[in-house]
């Protein structure tokens, strides 16, 4: 009887609705400090998940009323055949993710952009990513 009642509730944890979003919660930023996003992609592309995209219009909430005065993008796209088509993917990347942050008003005039060595160090989806790192201030003038 003991063993049927602690199945039930194993049974009714494991049953439990647990709450999931398209993207983490982010927190809510209203000092405008430096901020760091990793997008990763899917293997051989260059467009944006809909998952990445909703870490981008979370951020962008939580940066509201603050200005961008720079970007920083680091490309890591060692899921090319070789260091030509890793440039390529790095570049297009690169590309797609300033559109998308400029899309939900994250864009800077002043963007550091740059490509990892290729070097089939970094194991699977680690290798398909852009880092971004924006410093935000707010503009007291407004």
Request: overall charge negative; proline content about 3%; charged content about 25%.
């Amino acid at each position: 009887m003991s063993r049927i009642f602690a199945c039930i509730i194993a049974l009714s944890i494991a049953l439990v609705p647990v709450a999931t979003a398209d993207a983490p919660d982010l927190e809510t930023r209203s000092d405008c400090t430096p901020t760091d996003m990793r997008i990763y992609f899917k293997s051989g592309e260059t467009v944006l998940s809909a998952f990445s995209r909703n870490v981008i219009a979370q951020r962008s909430a939580a940066l509201a009323g603050c200005k961008i005065a720079r970007l920083d993008l680091i490309a890591d796209a060692e899921d090319g055949r070789s260091a030509d088509e890793a440039a390529s993917l790095s570049e297009a990347r690169i590309a797609t993710v300033i559109s998308t942050l400029q899309d939900y008003g994250l864009g800077s005039d002043t963007i550091d952009a740059r490509q990892t060595d290729f070097e089939r160090d970094v194991p699977g989806m680690m290798a398909r990513r852009v880092d971004i790192r924006l410093a935000a201030y707010r503009d007291e003038l407004s």
